[in-house]
């Protein structure tokens, strides 16, 4: 039966986001100076504050307020109009030493190190997409790059403030197939370029405002958005017809965003951050938390089991779950899910038992394949942790006090290494 699903994204600007990301932040650069630190950092951001909140075990010493002023000026708020300034904003730190309760089960110098809590992760993918995640995710994510890319460029819509969201559904078919883009839903700051007065009154001006920002998006952002996708000689861009619903600002003028707008925090975007709602999601959030708690690791873990089961032919699409118990190191269940698109003879149990033979999932294992150690996380906390090509680049870390210049990867779980192993194992031809 043919059906309409839907997911939303949200820009680097959004209030959650902005916390996400001066969480991950923080964590870099204690990782940068001490790959062996404990952190799990919150932020809180307000008109003109940010709080930053958390438990942390390092030898290292790290400036939050520096770290914090310059996610805030990357991200593109640099102006006292929007009531949160990089340069002017309050920073207010209360990180303190991490519990030794929670601290001796996790440390450990062997692989049997605990995992940092408990809880269920869950890891997903499908064969819709090539970067085997759900159509619905990746087109708003793209819409919300390349609005930040207008926003940057400052030409074509120059009155463009960093808080946006969207929101895309897609009809699919009767054999579960994308078919095409039925509704985009984009909400974006703006400056407020026509003011009210003479003989514009304000409902006027608004109405005028919005008409150029629903203009802007069909004409400019959308067509910027097909171009990309087919610069990348990706099929998703012949989804986008010239029949699909577009809903811009549908309450009307969007000019008080951000965190003067909305308060964020940390974590409250989890949705947007996986799956956009596709699979399951086990309600831990990712952002500000080293390694060792596996609300993070197992979860990037899971993904990377999922997406190289699918890209190997296992399945069409396939949930795994992971649990974990606090100061134990291996799991204790692991469950798949491959909603009847198994092309293999095995069951979804049996599944879930080669996957507890084949890959090492305890979180020194899981840190240790990935280089969960490396500050590699503030790239992450926007546009979401899954369907990102892995990468290499340069970064600088720190030795005993002395700055040292290594090549790390990004993205590692998101690595399609074990396909060959897989189809071996599952006897795919």
């Given at each position: 039966?043919?059906?309409?699903?839907?997911?939303?994204?949200?820009?680097?600007?959004?209030?959650?986001?902005?916390?996400?990301?001066?969480?991950?932040?923080?964590?870099?650069e204690?990782?940068?100076?001490d790959?062996?630190?404990?952190?799990a950092?919150?932020?809180?951001?307000t008109?003109?504050?940010?709080?930053?909140?958390?438990?942390?075990?390092?030898e290292?010493?790290?400036?939050?307020?520096?770290?914090?002023?310059?996610?805030?000026?990357?991200?593109?708020?640099?102006?006292?109009?929007?009531?949160?300034?990089?340069?002017?904003?309050?920073?207010?730190?209360?990180?303190?030493e991490?519990?030794?309760?929670?601290?001796?089960?996790?440390?450990?110098?062997?692989?049997?190190?605990?995992?940092?809590?408990?809880?269920?992760?869950?890891?997903?993918?499908?064969?819709?997409?090539?970067?085997?995640?759900?159509?619905?995710?990746?087109?708003?994510?793209?819409?919300?790059?390349?609005?930040?890319?207008?926003?940057r460029?400052?030409?074509?819509?120059?009155?463009?403030?960093?808080?946006?969201?969207?929101?895309?559904?897609?009809?699919?078919?009767?054999?579960?197939?994308?078919?095409?883009?039925?509704?985009?839903?984009?909400?974006?700051?703006?400056?407020?370029?026509?003011?009210?007065?003479?003989?514009?009154?304000?409902?006027?001006?608004?109405?005028?405002?919005?008409?150029r920002?629903?203009?802007?998006?069909?004409?400019?952002?959308?067509?910027?958005?097909?171009?990309?996708?087919?610069?990348?000689?990706?099929?998703?861009?012949?989804?986008?017809?010239?029949?699909?619903?577009?809903y811009?600002?549908?309450?009307?003028?969007?000019?008080?965003g951000?965190?003067?707008?909305?308060?964020?925090?940390?974590?409250?975007?989890?949705?947007?951050?996986?799956?956009?709602?596709?699979?399951?999601?086990?309600?831990?959030?990712?952002?500000?938390?080293?390694?060792?708690?596996v609300?993070?690791?197992?979860?990037?873990?899971?993904?990377?089991i999922?997406?190289?089961?699918?890209?190997?032919?296992?399945?069409?699409?396939?949930?795994?779950?992971?649990?974990?118990?606090?100061?134990?190191?291996?799991?204790l269940?692991?469950?798949?899910?491959?909603?009847?698109?198994?092309?293999?003879?095995?069951?979804?149990?049996?599944?879930?038992?080669?996957?507890?033979?084949?890959?090492?999932?305890?979180?020194?294992?899981?840190?240790?394949?990935?280089?969960?150690?490396?500050?590699?996380?503030?790239?992450?906390?926007?546009?979401?942790?899954?369907?990102?090509?892995?990468?290499?680049?340069?970064?600088?870390?720190f030795?005993?006090?002395?700055?040292?210049?290594?090549?790390?990867?990004?993205?590692?779980?998101?690595?399609?290494?074990?396909?060959?192993?897989?189809r071996?194992?599952?006897g795919?031809?």
């Open positions: 039966m043919a059906f309409l699903f839907t997911s939303e994204a949200v820009s680097e600007g959004h209030p959650d986001k902005i916390s996400d990301q001066i969480s991950d932040a923080i964590l870099d204690f990782l940068r100076r790959p062996e630190a404990k952190v950092c919150e932020t809180l951001c008109t003109g504050l940010a709080v930053i909140a958390g438990e942390v075990r390092s290292a010493y790290v400036d939050v307020q520096e770290v914090a002023r310059r996610v805030i000026n990357r991200i593109g708020y640099t102006k006292s109009d929007y009531m949160f300034d990089g340069n002017s904003c309050g920073i207010l730190s209360a990180i303190h991490q519990s030794p309760d929670i601290n001796q089960g996790v440390v450990r110098s062997d692989e049997e190190q605990g995992a940092g809590d408990q809880g269920i992760m869950f890891g997903y993918a499908c064969d819709e997409t090539r970067e085997y995640m759900p159509a619905t995710l990746i087109l708003a994510q793209v819409i919300m790059k390349e609005l930040a890319v207008l926003r460029e400052c030409n074509e819509m120059p009155y463009l403030r960093p808080d946006a969201k969207s929101q895309v559904t897609v009809e699919y078919d009767d054999t579960g197939c994308p078919v095409r883009v039925h509704t985009i839903v984009v909400s974006t700051q703006h400056d407020e370029f026509i003011r009210a007065g003479g003989s514009v009154p304000e409902k006027e001006a608004e109405r005028q405002m919005g008409k920002i629903e203009d802007d998006v069909r004409s400019i952002l959308i067509p910027r958005v097909k171009a990309r996708l087919q610069r990348a000689g990706d099929k998703l861009a012949d989804l986008i017809g010239d029949d699909y619903l577009l811009v600002n549908p309450t009307g003028k969007f000019v008080i951000g965190p003067h707008g909305d308060t964020g925090v940390t974590g409250r975007k989890v949705i947007a951050d996986t799956y956009g709602g596709r699979g399951a999601h086990g309600g831990g959030a990712f952002s500000g938390k080293d390694a060792s708690k609300d993070r690791s197992a979860a990037y873990a899971a993904r990377h999922a997406k190289n089961m699918v890209a190997a032919g296992v399945a069409d699409q396939m949930l795994v779950q992971l649990s974990y118990a606090i100061g134990i190191a291996r799991p269940s692991i469950y798949v899910d491959t909603y009847g698109t198994s092309r293999v003879e095995q069951t979804d149990t049996e599944i879930a038992a080669a996957i507890e033979r084949l890959f090492d999932l305890r979180p020194a294992a899981i840190v240790e394949r990935f280089g969960l150690k490396n500050p590699i996380f503030e790239a992450t906390a926007s546009y979401g942790h899954f369907g990102n090509r892995p990468y290499r680049k340069e970064v600088v870390l030795d005993r006090g002395r700055e040292v210049t290594k090549e790390i990867e990004f993205f590692g779980w998101e690595r399609l290494d074990e396909v060959e192993r897989l071996r194992e599952f795919i031809r």
